[in-house]
Each structure stands twice: as structure tokens, then as C-alpha cells.
């Protein structure tokens, strides 16, 4: 039974965002705008990254997917005010079934959605000349990839259910998801960075999401924190937002 209404839920969404073709192509314009114009048209002014081997678009294309988890995980949470406002919630919520099950099931959806395009993203940064991940690489990002989507997921969750209209959650979200995207070290390298964005950065879960990101993706990086600790601080970040998004979902009036 519950891992029935889990799965009932977890499909619902692969099917709503599956069927939603324009959904899956503009969800990718950003990262693809942020790669191909911003990363392509610095490649040449930038050749080599401070502190690293690496040309502009190859150190910045980890963080773009990082990005991608972020915005994508976040904006998850619009499915549970559009929920609310068609009565699909109210039903799900008065029926025989406990709302961590309810949870559980749209946090797999919505970190699912979220690592397919992050995967996407890895794709099309090949095209553009970024090395793609070894096999073991991959398995590392697909697990930092898990670890950043399930945390920003519940995050998204917990600030939908706070509010009721699907139409201010975006506007409120930027506020949330914009500072922690450019204080995450995605698009620069953090070793430069002034000391007081250091330690603004240190606060940022998703700056060891992009740091451990970069490992896996780009086999000769070195973290700038370690890849032990990026790993520990997301777990932590992980689980932190996944037990207080239970307790926001169970006390959330529909």
C-alpha cells in the first residue's frame, strides 16, 4: 500500500511532465542560454580559469546542471499549489493515505524531473565540447545530482505549503534561489572570490553540490572543499529540508 501511493504519485508526475513537451524544452532554455552564449562567447576571453586547468565553458557547464537541479527542484513545489487550487489535493489528503506517503511520492517526481534534465544538460554540453563524465563519474554526479534535487525538492515543497496561488510562487521562489545560484561558485571559481562571498558561500548548500559536481564531471578538478565534505554537508542538507518538509506537508491546510 504505500509504496503504491508512492509510485501512483511518482508516475503521475513523469506522466504530466512526459506529456508536457514545451514543458521539457523550455526548462532547458535557460541552461542552454547560460552555456551557449555566456560560456561559448567567454571561451575565447577566458581560455584557462583561475586556479584551474580548465577553459570558461568546461568549468562552468557542472555548475549550470547544479543550477538546473536548483531551479528545477524548487519549482517543483507549483504542482502542489496547482493541487490544491483544482481539489486533486483535498482528495489525495482526505482519503485513507498518510501525507508522508504524499511527500514521499512528489519528492521522487519532482527530483526524477529534475536529474533528467540535469542528464540532458551533460548531454548537450558534449556538443558543445565539454568532456562527458567517465562511467564512474557519472555514477558520482547522478549521486550529487539525487543528493542537491531531493534537498531543493523539499525545499519547494515546504514554500508551497505556505502559499496558495501557483502565480506568486515563481516570483517567490527567485527570491530564494537566486542568491544561493550566485553565491554557489557555478560560474566562478571560489578559491578567487573576496573573503566575505567565501563565507557567504560556505553557508550554501548548493556551493558543495556544485563544488562535488565539478569533481565528478571533470575528472582532473580539484574540489575546492573536498569531496568528503561536499557529500557529508549535502547529506545533511538532505535530510534536514526532507524532515522539515514532512513536518510542513502534515500540517498544511488545503
Known sequence: MVGEVIYTLWLR???????AKTRIVTSL???LLWMGIIGVGLNSAIPRMPGTNFDYLTFMAPGIVGMTMLFTGTFSGVSVLWDKQ???????????????????GKVFGGATTAIIQGVLILIIASFLGVPFPSIYGLALALVFMLL???GFV???LIFATQMDDPQTFPM???FFILPMFFLSGALYPLGTAPSWLK?????????YGVDGLRSAILST????????????????????AITAGIRFFSRMEV
Do not use: C
Open 221 to 240: 578538478y580539484t574540489p575546492y572543499f573536498s569531496l568528503w565534505v561536499d557529500l557529508i554537508v549535502l547529506i545533511v542538507f538532505t535530510v534536514v
Open 148 to 150: 542537491i534535487s531531493f
Open 13 to 19: 508526475d513523469m506522466k504530466q511532465y512526459l506529456r
Open 86 to 104: 483544482f481539489g486533486f489535493m483535498k482528495e489525495i489528503l482526505v482519503a485513507p493515505v498518510s501525507r508522508l506517503h504524499v511527500m514521499v
Open 199 to 207: 563565507t557567504l558561500a560556505y553557508l550554501n548548500p548548493l556551493a
Open 172 to 174: 517567490a521562489m527567485n
Open 154 to 156: 523539499s525545499i519547494g
Open 29 to 31: 532554455t535557460m541552461p
